[in-house]
C-alpha cells in the first residue's frame, strides 16, 4: 500500500488539487493539522512563497523555528496529506509538538497512506541532518498513535496540557530507519 505515493515541497502547479484538499478539510469541521494548512489559499502564490521562506528560515515569528512542508501526491496527483517538519524544537515543540505534524484528507483515511505519509517524512528527516525525530499526538487519537508505532516510535513521558488534554510523546531514531 503507498508505493505510488510521493511528497512533494508545494507548488502553484498543484493550485487546483490543493484548494480540493483545502476544501474537503474544511468542509469537515475538523482542526486543520498541521497547523500549516490553516494558511487562507486565497492567494496562493503568496501561500506557496510563505512555506518556502519558512523552509529557509526567512520572515518567521519570533521565537519559531524553520520548518518544511510537503504535500503526499498520488499517480493522479491528487493531494491525500501534508506534513509539516520542524528544523528544530522549541520548548513548547518538546513538550507537545515535536518536529512532525501530518495529517490525512478525511475521505482518504484508514488505507495505510498516514503510515506512508511519515515514513516518508522521516527520510526528509534525514536529509535535514535529524538523526531523532519526536511525533507526538493526542492520547484519543488511536490512528495516529499506531502511525508513530509502525514507524518505530518509543513512547516517552506524556505531557498534559493545561485543559487536561493527554499528548502522547514518542521518538523515533532515524539510524535504525
Avoid at 492567494?43 to 512555506?51: G, Q, S, Y
Amino acid at each position: 500500500m503507498g508505493d505510488h505515493l510521493s511528497l512533494i515541497e508545494p507548488t502553484e502547479e498543484l493550485q487546483e488539487q490543493y484548494l480540493a484538499f483545502y476544501k474537503e478539510w474544511k468542509e469537515s469541521g475538523e482542526d486543520m493539522i498541521p497547523w500549516v494548512i490553516s494558511k487562507d489559499p486565497k492567494d496562493f502564490k503568496a501561500m506557496v512563497e510563505w512555506l518556502q521562506d519558512s523552509k529557509k528560515g526567512t520572515n518567521l515569528k519570533p521565537g519559531w523555528v524553520p520548518d518544511s512542508t510537503f504535500w503526499l501526491i498520488n499517480l493522479n496527483r491528487d493531494i491525500i496529506g501534508v506534513v509539516n517538519i520542524r528544523h528544530d524544537l522549541t520548548e513548547k515543540l518538546y513538550q507537545y509538538g515535536g518536529h512532525i505534524g501530518y495529517g490525512i484528507r478525511r475521505s482518504q483515511r484508514q488505507k495505510g497512506y498516514a503510515t506512508r505519509l511519515l515514513a516518508l517524512s522521516l527520510e526528509k528527516c534525514k536529509v535535514l541532518g535529524l538523526n531523532k525525530v519526536l511525533v507526538c499526538c493526542d492520547e484519543d487519537n488511536i490512528g495516529s498513535e499506531k502511525t508513530i508505532l509502525n514507524n518505530g516510535g518509543i513512547r516517552d513521558t506524556d505531557f498534559i496540557e493545561e485543559d487536561g488534554n493527554v499528548v502522547r510523546r514518542y521518538w523515533i531514531e532515524l539510524n535504525k530507519q
